[in-house]
């Protein structure tokens, strides 16, 4: 089984950064797609960015330009760096492994920007 275990979320003012992680346990991490979610409140889950095993990246129109994911397989963790963080960003970010068939999420960090 995967589990997965985001951290670094927080209260950031606007205009401020903020770096995610997620720890994923199990084997198949170099070899998955993996990606990061977000759901403000009232609102549905959406892509924010997924990067797949051989380092390609895709964006959300609202993350283009001031969000980076990345990946290193050797600490078989995924990153969300956000810059210029507006209250729109505001909401819980999961991360997201998926490989074949299967789809694990993470139970989510908040994140809230404001001042």
């Known amino acids: 089984q995967v589990q997965l275990v985001e951290s670094g979320g927080g209260l950031v003012q606007p205009g401020g950064s903020l770096n995610l992680s997620c720890a994923a346990s199990?084997?198949?991490?170099?070899?998955?797609?993996l990606g990061w979610y977000r759901q403000a409140p009232g609102k549905q889950r959406e892509l924010v960015a997924h990067?797949?095993?051989?380092?390609?990246?895709n964006y959300a129109d609202s993350a283009k330009g001031r969000f980076t994911i990345s990946r290193d397989n050797a600490k078989t963790t995924v990153y969300l760096q956000m810059t210029s963080l507006k209250p729109e960003d505001t909401a819980v970010y999961f991360c997201?492994?998926?490989?074949?068939?299967?789809?694990?999420w993470g139970q989510g960090t908040q994140v809230t920007v404001s001042s």
């Open positions: 997201t492994l998926r490989f074949g068939i299967h789809n694990y």
């Open positions: 199990g084997s198949i991490f170099s070899i998955s797609m």
């Open positions: 990067i797949s095993s051989d380092g390609t990246t």
